[in-house]
């Protein structure tokens, strides 16, 4: 087993890394900008060393900045989080020439999977059903308009190496397709450095399910069942729960077996997350994450396995701790990200926190890197905390949610937290009749 893990982020996720580190005996070193000298998984690590000036890019993505902080603290293993390198195989290959292990898939899967085309390809070729849409990446906006046409208006214009919902243009009518290539185009080149685009079928009003796996990289790989995002803003998550209150009974476990089966076959190994639009009764890929996602602990809490520390177990050649046999569901599970924005405008608010109370009590847990006193940097990602709540059953869970809201204090900046109250008085959201378009209406901000 490691002995010391580099835990490469910041915030919330650098903490919860930490944790399971710390759990199974294993040292820790946090890395951090100028910005975050006084962070919170600065001050709980073991060790810390500085990789730079505050912008992320001379920071938290300079891979040679991180590469010698392991050096000169010698760690055998860097976790990776989410966000920043995590799904960056050079990176995970740059590590693994060093001698130092890379916590999560081998690089030719993260490329596999990064790469949106290849693995709605890949997918297919798994027999996994996917949106229909266009074989490759899209030449010339002939091409969109021939394929376009073919799969049906609406459709939806996406990069290649998309992630965090940009890049993406959705397409009502054939006149509209050539702005909307190009726009598609320019913004996937500004944010990722690659410009080629592909058009799928838009769905008007699916479910966003995930699965979570975890394989071991000699052909077993569990699943841990489905997760329903559905709430979403800008394409982006804002809450997320488990098990879906969409799904009929044996859906998710049908769809889970499907995907863990197709991904041993690749020996896949670590975390990873299989992401559906789910429409009428149907499911349809539309990517895998290659990584631990932002909202892992809901299924932490309905399973109770610590998906960090399995992740760190396989990495370091070792079996997983359980088989599928061995996957138990129990209750139900949400979470809530508590970003620091604007509650109108949903800009971002960083700032001082002059009071932070966390919630506590049975089921409630919350992940967060904040304290009174503490500096949000203007810098980064605005999700200050994840507040995730276990009960019996989805009736019980939004009773204890409401319960754990109330007693939340985040003072000097502006929250998502009046968001959530809100939400909790909505029949709809209680009801968990809505679609991933729903969100957006009830807020105005689309037709
Ligand atoms: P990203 O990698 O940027 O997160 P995804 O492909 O995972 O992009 O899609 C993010 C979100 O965008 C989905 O959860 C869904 O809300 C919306 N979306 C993506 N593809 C479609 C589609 N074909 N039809 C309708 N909505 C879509």
Redesign the pocket.
Known sequence: MFKKVLIANRGEIALRVHRSCQEMGIETVAVHSLADSDAMHVRLADESVCIGPPPAADSYLNTYAILSACQVSSADAVHPGYGFLSENASFAEILEEHGISFIGPTAEHIRLMGD?IAARTTAKDLGIPV?P?SPGALQDIAEARVLAEEIGYPV?V??AA???????Q?VQEAGDLEQAFSLARAEAGAAFGDSSVYV?????A?R?IEIQVMGDGRGKVLHLGERD?SI?RR???LFEEAPSPALKSGEGTRLGELVAEALGRLCYRGAGTV?F?YQDGEF?F??M?TRLQVEHPVTEMITGIDLVREQIRVAAGEELSLSQDDVRFKGHAVECRINAEDPDSFAPSPGLVERFHAPGGLGVRVDSGLYSGFRIPPYYDSLIAKLIVYGDDRDHCMLRLKRALSEMVVEGVDTSIPLFQRLLGEDVFLSGGYD??WLERYLGLKE
């Open positions: 949106k949106v849409g939806i996406k990069a998309g992630g965090g919902g940009r890049g993406m959705v799928e079928k838009y769905l008007p699916p966003h995002c979403q394409h982006q998550k992401e639009l349809y539309i990517e994450n991933i378009h």
